[in-house]
């Protein structure tokens, strides 16, 4: 089981070490746990991996950091394809596999996103299945290190998350692509962490706004622990 913390664009790097600092006081048992700060909070620890990164190693790319950057801190972790990177920041499917490509070729452990948009869940399951897989394209299914993200964009940061029923049914298909661990994301709460968890073909969690209180970080850990996929 996976419980990862997407903190996005919030937190300093004094804010992080002492969020980690208290997360750690508690035994994670055989719970994976992942932070992914911004770029100016990373540092060497094993739970910390970059929420984007740039597929070379250095060169004339303003504004980004490549692996040798990431490298300096020992990061072996990264998101990919996250929503927010692929509607505000226009990434594009073919840079996003390229991405992909570069971080696998560097055996890197990479959490990829995938989710629809509104328009297409309302069509069902069929369409949106169809929709992830436009966004599978160019990507290894078979890769080791790969840890898939389901996050439907209209539950993300909402408060709204996808029902259990809808959960279900789009792990179970995405499990027919991959036996790699599947996480959910979009709203993961307090209050909605357990049966979300204990959906059939969901190995875990990939939270938000609700990771940035490292209290409620930790109660979400401790009811993954509870759980014991
Ligand atoms: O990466 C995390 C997801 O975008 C979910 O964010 P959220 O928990 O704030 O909805």
């Known amino acids: 089981m996976i419980v990862a913390a997407n903190f996005k664009m919030h ?3 004094k804010e992080t070490k002492e969020y980690l600092k208290k997360l750690k006081s508690i035994n994670f048992e055989d719970i994976k746990v992942r932070v992914f700060p911004p770029f100016t909070a990373l540092f060497e ?3 910390i991996g970059a929420q984007n990164g740039y597929p070379a190693i250095n060169g004339a790319y303003t504004g980004e950091i490549g692996l040798e950057q990431l490298k300096e801190f020992n990061i072996n972790k990264i998101l990919i394809g996250h929503s927010e990177r692929r509607n ?4 594009s499917q073919e840079f996003i596999a390229k991405k992909f490509e570069f971080f696998k070729k560097e055996n890197f452990e990479i959490i990829y996103c995938i989710g629809e948009p509104l328009e ?5 399951i069929k369409e949106v299945i169809k929709y992830l897989k436009t966004q599978l394209i160019g990507i290894d299914l078979n890769y080791q290190k790969l840890i898939i993200a389901y996050e439907p964009v209209w539950a993300i940061g909402t408060g709204v998350s996808a029902s259990i029923e809808e959960i279900k049914e789009t792990h179970y298909e995405i499990r027919k692509l991959t036996n790699r661990p599947i996480l959910y994301g979009g709203s993961v709460k307090l209050n909605n ?4 968890l204990k959906v059939e073909n969901v190995d875990g969690v990939l939270v938000g706004s609700a990771s940035l209180d490292v209290k409620t970080f930790k109660q979400m850990i401790q009811i993954a ?3 014991k996929k």
């Open 11 to 13: 937190k300093t790097r």
């Open 45 to 47: 620890d094993e739970l």
């Open 88 to 91: 505000i920041l226009n990434e």
């Open 120 to 124: 297409i869940r309302k069509k069902g």
């Open 193 to 196: 962490i357990e049966e979300i």
């Open 225 to 227: 622990k509870e759980i």
